[in-house]
């Protein structure tokens, strides 16, 4: 079944579940249903039956004053599983202060319908759960990366695929392909390449997912959407499978113009980690950040940032009228692949009320 089906079974079944109750949910599951792996109780047994798992988690439920949850984002992981990244917040009963935790939890169909769940303490945790069970590549399992030293020489790191910057993914590769023809040197490869990320994937500011597969460069093109960060994945790749040495670049900056939508929805005009590309091209490094598409800038009154691969194409610190726009405060240095725990740890500390 394609994979895009297997999302909205499972996208189904929590609808469902939410709105009717446990029938409704129980339409969606298979006969055989059983889950595992129940949050804060490894030792847990595995629970067979839709009714079963769900009561089970009605008694946790029960442990809290106050909870909320909801997904965030989900995953297609090959032919038959689906991860989603749960964001919980709550009260322990008796307790005074809130406690969250993103978990992951996975879901494996058989005959159109959702077999099995098990519970996992990160999104990570789940994919690479699914990875294995697949036979799909999985992110990555070892520590966070750490900032690069940059203006440096590149290094072979620069140009190597990760799970993120999937460089070597028939998506992006294609894209490359479709963008680079015909052009002549470096510079124009990378400055086709910077407006096609640009202009070709819109910015959505109101949607940080917090699941690691729609972080993945492929999946952000396939998209056609995403905000800086994920743009500057997708941008990042697509040099690497030009052959551009390049990495990500992140830094805290204050947008004295955005929409009341925004502020409202952020209690902040300051956005931790923007995202950024640099690249190695004509013997030094550049930066350019593909984050705000031309459509959006009409809107603002601001030119689209062009890049020629020589000069750096930064957020606009001031609109066409003089108008203070953008505002650099904080370097956060340049990673070879995506810091993704810090990245979301930094989120729901800026943004507590976000999600």
Same mark, same amino acid.
């Given at each position: 079944?394609?994979?895009?089906?297997?999302?909205?079974?499972?996208?189904?079944?929590?609808?469902?579940?939410?709105?009717? +109750?446990?029938?409704?949910?129980?339409?969606?599951?298979?006969?055989?249903?059983?889950?595992?792996?129940?949050?804060?109780?490894?030792?847990?047994?595995?629970?067979?039956?839709?009714? #079963?798992?769900?009561?089970?988690?009605?008694? *946790?439920?029960?442990?809290?004053?106050?909870?909320?949850?909801?997904?965030?984002? @989900?995953?297609?992981? +090959?032919?038959?599983?689906?991860?989603?990244?749960?964001?919980?917040?709550?009260?322990?009963?008796?307790?005074?202060?809130?406690?969250?935790?993103?978990?992951?939890?996975?879901? #494996?169909?058989?005959?159109?319908?959702?077999?099995?769940?098990?519970? @996992?303490?990160?999104?990570?945790?789940?994919?690479?759960?699914?990875?294995?069970?697949?036979?799909?590549?999985?992110?990555?399992?070892?520590?966070?990366?750490?900032?690069?030293?940059?203006?440096?020489?590149?290094?072979?790191?620069?140009?190597?695929?990760?799970?993120?910057?999937?460089?070597?993914?028939?998506?992006?590769?294609? @894209?490359?392909?479709?963008?680079?023809? =015909?052009?002549?040197?470096?510079?124009?490869?990378?400055?086709?390449?910077?407006? =096609?990320?640009?202009?070709?994937?819109?910015?959505?500011?109101?949607?940080?997912? #917090? +699941?690691?597969?729609?972080?993945?460069?492929?999946?952000?093109?396939?998209?056609?959407?995403?905000?800086?960060?994920?743009?500057?994945?997708?941008?990042?790749?697509?040099? *690497?499978? #030009?052959?551009?040495?390049?990495?990500?670049?992140?830094?805290?900056?204050?947008?004295?113009?955005?929409?009341?939508?925004?502020?409202?929805?952020? =209690?902040?005009?300051?956005?931790?980690?923007?995202?950024?590309?640099?690249?190695?091209?004509?013997?030094?490094?550049?930066?350019?950040?593909?984050?705000?598409?031309?459509?959006?800038?009409?809107?603002?009154?601001?030119?689209?940032?062009?890049?020629?691969?020589?000069?750096?194409?930064?957020?606009?610190? @001031?609109?066409?009228?003089?108008?203070?726009?953008?505002?650099?405060?904080?370097?956060?240095?340049?990673?070879?692949?995506?810091?993704?725990?810090?990245?979301?740890? =930094?989120?729901?500390?800026?943004?507590?009320?976000?999600?």
């Amino acid at each position: 079944m394609p994979a895009s089906e297997n999302v909205e079974i499972v996208r189904s079944a929590l609808q469902a579940a939410e709105s009717g +109750g446990i029938e409704a949910g129980g339409a969606f599951v298979h006969e055989d249903f059983e889950m595992g792996h129940l949050p804060g109780r490894p030792d847990a047994e595995v629970y067979r039956g839709w009714r #079963a798992a769900m009561l089970t988690m009605s008694e *946790r439920v029960s442990t809290f004053d106050e909870i909320r949850a909801a997904p965030e984002s @989900f995953s297609a992981v +090959g032919d038959d599983h689906v991860v989603v990244a749960y964001h919980e917040r709550g009260k322990p009963r008796g307790g005074s202060v809130e406690v969250e935790h993103l978990y992951g939890i996975l879901y #494996a169909l058989r005959e159109g319908k959702i077999a099995r769940m098990a519970w @996992f303490d990160s999104p990570g945790d789940a994919l690479r759960a699914a990875a294995e069970a697949s036979d799909a590549p999985a992110p990555p399992s070892h520590g966070e990366p750490q900032p690069q030293e940059n203006p440096g020489p590149p290094t072979a790191d620069d140009l190597q695929p990760t799970w993120f910057i999937d460089s070597d993914s028939d998506t992006v590769r294609g @894209f490359v392909e479709r963008l680079s023809a =015909g052009a002549s040197g470096d510079h124009e490869i990378v400055a086709r390449l910077f407006a =096609g990320i640009r202009d070709g994937v819109r910015y959505d500011p109101y949607k940080m997912p #917090a +699941g690691p597969g729609e972080y993945r460069a492929s999946a952000v093109i396939e998209a056609g959407s995403g905000y800086c960060v994920q743009k500057a994945v997708a941008l990042t790749a697509v040099a *690497r499978a #030009a052959g551009i040495p390049s990495r990500l670049g992140f830094s805290d900056v204050r947008n004295h113009l955005q929409s009341e939508r925004l502020a409202e929805a952020m =209690g902040s005009d300051l956005f931790v980690w923007h995202g950024y590309s640099t690249f190695f091209v004509g013997g030094r490094w550049t930066k350019a950040s593909p984050a705000f598409n031309a459509e959006l800038c009409a809107r603002f009154g601001v030119p689209p940032l062009e890049f020629d691969g020589t000069h750096d194409a930064l957020l606009h610190a @001031f609109t066409g009228d003089g108008t203070r726009h953008m505002e650099y405060v904080h370097e956060r240095g340049v990673y070879v692949d995506l810091p993704l725990e810090a990245i979301l740890a =930094g989120l729901r500390e800026a943004y507590p009320t976000v999600g």
